[in-house]
């Protein structure tokens, strides 16, 4: 009796576990059965995902084919390269022909566990989350070299889910196509790495003029330094940062097993590697642009890497950009309001010797010496006076300053004061604009707007006589085009900057002449030289005076209306140099004329030029010449022309042995240096 009671006690003990066990077995069924149909559904909605998300993934190929887009490269009349441009810069390299120091390098500060991952790298993912989750900030991105590789070659830098989930599909498709090795060698080819460079190896060559062959430990670093931000850490604008992010890689390299604790103290310590000074600035990018537009409209798109020689001469481009920064950044440029300016500089071939299209480039590309449309002002005057000449005024013809009104417009000159009776020279030297208006009136508008189409302006001009007084938006390379023409004794001179175009291998695809020749003729030499003569005056003695060089020049100042715009633009024996300053939202400056910042930066740019490129002052190297009958259609080989121009009226004015009667009424006047002189005190510096 009493087993069977113990028995009967063992099996209620037995069956109350069975019912107490029976609800834990049914939770665990169906956690496992929903783990399962989440499992599903998670794997239905990441098939989906990346069916919808991979429909949009560019054509792919059995193998990337990593042949690059055309590089070209720009460089100086010297041969120095001053900028690079397309898809890849560089010859590529492979993973074999580099030092280890940079593969380890490299791999220390990007992806240590390249050699290990399928593409993503789902470890690092978590390092690099829990990291970002401590410092409450992204410090460390979890993107490996092949996923960075795959965005490279294949998508937009937009940053959207969408393209993280392509970046990482892409990924795993290229480490299943490629090696290691081939991966590593596409990104180091590939990489952007500042200063215009993509590639290691057309890194170490800008930085280090040397191959990425032959980098050392210390140099290493700092091209791997680049990877994170190449601007920020750039060893030339950021050479105190540079050093610091290479210390930063040689303690990675350290900790990764790539040095010992020896060899990166070592390195640390080490001085930094020596740079290649860079030939130009951020400001020379206005000049390799605009050969770049020229390029494309010469060849198309290439096919295959240019080498494009230009006239660049990168002594005269540093001394115009020092004279616009100097000038433009200062207490006294801030308190005028004065923020932006340009400059080009050219020879009498046409050649562009200097371009500055404004003050930083990396905050504006927008080239204000070739794309901005400002109104020139008074600089726009000699244009007015050269059809004058051209219809039977000369320099000592007498006009009437007084003033006029015609309808509801009223030009005054800059200080409200007039003159009267006044020689044309005169005239043209203190910027009257009730003269320049009645010589628009009297030989009309359509003369004047046909002189600066001969000259070479080919801006939209108005029909109105407000354009005697620079009313229409004119590029400055237009106008310093225009007043080349005025020192070139009437011959076109056409801006240019590429002199030879040669493929990779050398082969020639384009070459200017060699021979220097003179453009058509466009005006009568006597008229230009005339005229030339006349704006001699306005550095001796007239409004632009803060412009003035030893050397014999010419030149105009110029203010649009409400101070606007300001202006010099002039020409000596050797070069043609025209300065704008303003701002790009139109504002007005605080009574800033063309005599005062663009007069001295002219100054400041010129000298610059004669000390970097040589030429000779007019007095001690030219002699007079005589000028040749006006021809239409003459061609002849360039000389110096305005040295001729300047020793002629220097030795005998133009026209001065017969007085001429005033066109606009007065007597007769004959001009002489001490009539300047004498009445010197009794005109107004105006503009």
């Known amino acids: 009796m009493a087993k069977k009671k113990t028995s009967q006690k063992s099996t209620t003990r037995k069956s109350t576990r069975s019912r107490k066990s029976r609800p834990q077995e049914g939770l665990l069924r169906r956690a496992l059965r929903w783990c399962i149909v989440a499992g599903l559904w998670g ?18 190929i059995d193998k990337p084919d990593f042949e690059r887009k055309a590089a070209i490269t720009i460089r100086d009349d010297r041969g120095e390269m001053v900028a690079r441009y397309g898809e890849l810069k560089g010859v590529n ?27 993503i790298d789902p470890i690092g993912m978590l390092r690099a989350t829990a990291r970002n989750i401590k410092a409450g900030r992204v410090v460390q991105g979890g993107s490996t070299i092949t996923q960075q590789l795959a965005k490279n070659l294949f998508l937009s830098r937009e940053r959207t889910y969408k393209r993280k989930i392509q970046e990482a599909m892409l990924a795993v498709w290229l480490e299943q196509k490629l090696t290691k090795d081939e991966i590593l060698s596409a990104y180091l080819n590939r990489v952007y790495l500042g200063a215009g460079t993509f590639g290691v190896e057309a890194a170490a060559q800008t930085y280090f003029n040397k191959s990425a062959r032959e980098m050392n430990l210390r140099e290493s670093a700092t091209i791997a330094g680049l990877l994170k931000a190449p601007s920020k850490y750039s060893p030339h604008s950021n050479p105190s940062l540079a050093r610091e992010r290479a210390d930063t890689v040689i303690m990675a390299m350290r900790d990764a097993g790539y040095l010992s604790d020896a060899q990166s103290k070592g390195a640390t310590e080490q001085a930094p590697a020596p740079l290649r000074k860079p030939t130009g600035g951020d400001i020379v990018r206005y000049y390799s642009d605009w050969v770049m537009s020229d390029l494309a409209d010469m060849i198309g798109t290439p096919n295959t890497d240019l080498i494009v020689d230009t006239t660049l001469d990168s002594g005269v481009q540093r001394a115009a950009e020092e004279a616009l920064t100097k000038a433009l950044r200062n207490e006294d440029a801030t308190e005028k309001k004065v923020s932006q300016g340009a400059i080009v500089v050219m020879d009498y071939s046409g050649a562009v010797l200097a371009m500055v299209g404004g003050t930083d480039y990396g905050l504006s590309q927008f080239n204000r010496a070739v794309q901005s449309y400002r109104q020139p002002g008074s600089s726009f005057k000699p244009i007015v006076y050269l059809t004058a000449l051209e219809n039977g005024m000369n320099r000592n013809s007498i006009v009437v300053d007084e003033p006029i009104r015609t309808g509801k417009y009223r030009p005054t000159n800059f200080k409200g004061e007039y003159y ?27 003369s ?12 939209p001009l108005n029909r109105d006589l407000s354009l005697s007084l620079g009313s229409a938006g004119i590029p400055l390379i237009q106008m310093v085009s225009a007043y080349a023409t005025i020192g070139n004794q ?29 453009g058509r003729s466009v005006v009568d030499p006597r008229l230009t030289q005339e005229l030339a003569g006349m704006m001699t005056g306005v550095l001796e003695f007239g409004t632009g005076q803060g412009a003035k060089v030893p050397y014999p020049a010419a030149g105009k100042t110029g203010t649009s209306q409400d101070f606007r715009d300001a202006w010099f633009i002039g020409f000596t024996d050797t070069y043609i140099a025209g300065v704008w300053v303003g701002n790009d939202d139109n504002s007005s400056m605080k009574r800033v004329t063309g005599g005062s910042f663009p007069a001295r930066i002219w100054r400041e740019t010129i000298m610059g030029a004669y000390n970097a490129r040589g030429g000779g002052g007019f007095m001690s190297s030219l002699s007079p010449a005589p ?35 005033g066109i606009f009424g007065g007597p007769t006047y004959k001009a002489t240096r001490a009539d300047e002189e004498g009445r010197k005190s009794d005109w107004s510096f105006n503009d």
């Open 93 to 119: 390299v492979t993973v074999a022909e580099l030092p280890p120091d940079l593969i380890h390098a490299v791999l220390a500060i990007e992806d240590r566990r390249f050699y290990y991952h399928f593409g």
């Open 43 to 60: 794997f239905i909605a990441l098939s989906l995902v990346i069916a919808w998300y991979g429909a949009e993934l560019p054509k792919l």
């Open 627 to 661: 000028v040749t009958e006006f021809d239409p259609d003459a061609e002849q080989a360039q000389d110096s022309a305005f040295g001729d121009l300047i020793s002629n009226l220097l030795s005998a004015p133009a026209s001065n042995d017969q007085p001429r009667t």
């Open 490 to 518: 009437g011959s076109l001179v056409q801006p240019y900057a590429i002199r030879r175009v040669r493929d990779k291998d050398g082969r020639l695809i384009y070459e200017r002449s060699s021979r220097i020749v003179r």
């Open 448 to 459: 004047v707007i046909d002189m600066a189409r001969r000259l070479g302006i080919e801006a």
């Open 420 to 446: 009267g009776e006044i020689p044309l020279y005169a005239a043209l030297a203190y910027s009257l604009n009730t003269i320049a208006y009645q010589l628009t009136k009297h030989f009309g508008v359509d």
